[in-house]
């Protein structure tokens, strides 16, 4: 989102604001910072200068103190790392336990986590531990008033995200209690450049796993009251009941997808009509280079893999070029595509929503419309994919330009 609209809706709640921190949770996956982490202290870096705070980053790992410098120059200040070899792997209660603990402590106002399958175990439970409200994958967050019968609330975190099947884009926010939590995506952030002359510091969270239950009933009223210098962390202590669950093997299946990474997509919706039909699709997919893309309708009536679902619960794209083919656009499809450089549409309804986010759109049947490209591009050997997508703008708002009707 442009900073002028972030801008905007803070001006209308009356300025800046208190200097608790915005944090992210920074997901580790083999020895790096895991994208959507990056991408969220992009947006958390946009967040903490409108309210005139600082961004943490909590890493929490076995030798992730290294990360600091990384996180620092993707927009951190502080870098919080729970260094500890019990920590390697992620485990929801050990990792539970240190940011909550780590929360009590330093009092974020917002906390932020990738709504993947660890940030989706992890956040709830920290939610529920410090009695604060929660809402998963944020399509958008921006910084906002909200006014009650009582009381005007300032610089809130304004949490965005379809609500009732799509029907709404609703706007949550957590007035009262905090730290205000989100979950967001991976690709809806922009992933910033890093900024390799940015200065920040990293803070040693020190982590004791308690041996003995009496430890940790010490350790437990130790958590809540633990004080800071402002540059050190009292220590946060594992209980024995943290580790139930132990972690034997893991086994890490390699994507057979990449559509975050294609420069072109060609998707698919319902009026393919079936699995055969995608061999249209995957034809001009492989005739430009690009990867299959689907909506959740496609997906559901088991004509592609549920890894091609482009959208709200599917993977957010921004390819150079989108081709959407039989689909009518609705919000959960357009809130994973509608970034895309360029948007062509092929429907037979002129009236079908996906128009709105289109570039080029052409009325007609897919069946029609898609052996004529495929002849036409290969025709001019490809080359118009690439070329075409990095051209020009997109027309301000409105229908697509140049629709054939
Ligand atoms: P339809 O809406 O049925 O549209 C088919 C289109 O094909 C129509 O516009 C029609 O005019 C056109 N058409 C028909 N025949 C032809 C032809 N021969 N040539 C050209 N055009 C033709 N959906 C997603 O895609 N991704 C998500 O991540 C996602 N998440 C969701 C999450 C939730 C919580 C919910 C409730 C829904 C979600 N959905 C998602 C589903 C979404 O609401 C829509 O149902 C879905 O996107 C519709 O898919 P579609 O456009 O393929 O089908």
């Keep these: 989102m442009a900073d002028e609209a972030l801008t905007e809706s803070l001006s209308g709640t009356g300025g800046v604001a208190a200097a608790a921190e915005v944090w992210v949770w920074v997901e580790v996956e083999d020895a790096r910072p895991a994208e959507v982490s990056l991408e969220l202290l992009g947006r958390a870096r946009e967040l903490a200068d409108l309210l005139g705070t600082k961004v943490g980053a909590v890493v929490c790992g076995a030798g992730v103190t290294d990360l600091g410098p990384s996180l620092i120059a993707h927009g951190a200040d502080t870098v919080y790392a729970a260094d500890h070899p019990d920590l390697a792997a992620y485990l929801a209660q050990p990792y539970a336990r240190v940011l909550t603990g780590l929360i009590r402590v330093r009092k974020p106002q917002i906390v ?6 660890a ?6 439970r920290i939610a529920s531990a410090l009695r604060t409200g929660l809402t998963a994958d944020c399509t958008d967050l921006r910084i906002g008033g909200h006014h009650t019968r009582d ?41 910033p450049e890093p900024d390799e002359q940015r200065s920040g510091r990293v803070l040693l969270v020190p982590v004791t796993r308690a041996v003995e239950l009496h430890e940790a009933d010490v350790a ?10 402002g540059d050190r962390i009292g220590p946060l202590f594992l209980r024995p009941e943290d580790f139930t669950v132990a972690l034997l093997e893991r086994h890490k299946e390699a994507k057979r997808v990449d559509l975050k990474g294609a420069r072109v997509i060609v998707s698919g919706g319902a009026g393919v009509g079936s699995a055969d039909g995608f061999a249209l699709i995957r034809e001009l997919a492989e005739t430009l280079g690009g990867v299959v893309g689907a909506t959740r309708a496609a997906v559901d009536a088991g004509w592609v893999p549920r890894e091609h679902q482009v959208g709200q619960t599917g993977t957010t794209v921004r390819p150079k070029l989108y081709i959407a083919a039989g689909i ?13 450089a360029r948007i062509l549409v092929i429907n037979t309804d002129p009236l079908a929503p996906i128009f709105s986010v289109a570039h080029y759109g052409i009325v007609g ?32 708002g409105g229908p697509a330009e140049g629709a054939a009707r």
């Design 112 to 117: 932020l986590y990738g709504a993947t399958t």
């Design 119 to 124: 940030g989706r175990d992890l956040a709830p």
């Design 151 to 191: 009381r005007d609330y300032q610089d809130l975190l304004w949490q965005i995200r379809p609500a009732f099947g799509g029907n709404i884009i609703a706007t949550i926010v957590c007035p009262d209690h905090r730290p205000q939590m989100a979950t967001v995506r991976e690709g809806v952030m922009r992933l």
């Design 220 to 229: 437990e009223t130790g958590d809540a009251d633990q004080g800071d210098d």
């Design 328 to 340: 009518s656009g609705s919000v959960q499809h357009r809130a994973g595509m509608d970034q895309s």
């Design 365 to 396: 049947d897919l069946f029609k419309v898609i052996p004529l490209m495929v002849a036409a591009y290969r025709r001019k050997g490809g080359a118009f994919a690439a070329q075409g997508a990095d051209q020009g703008s997109r027309a301000a």
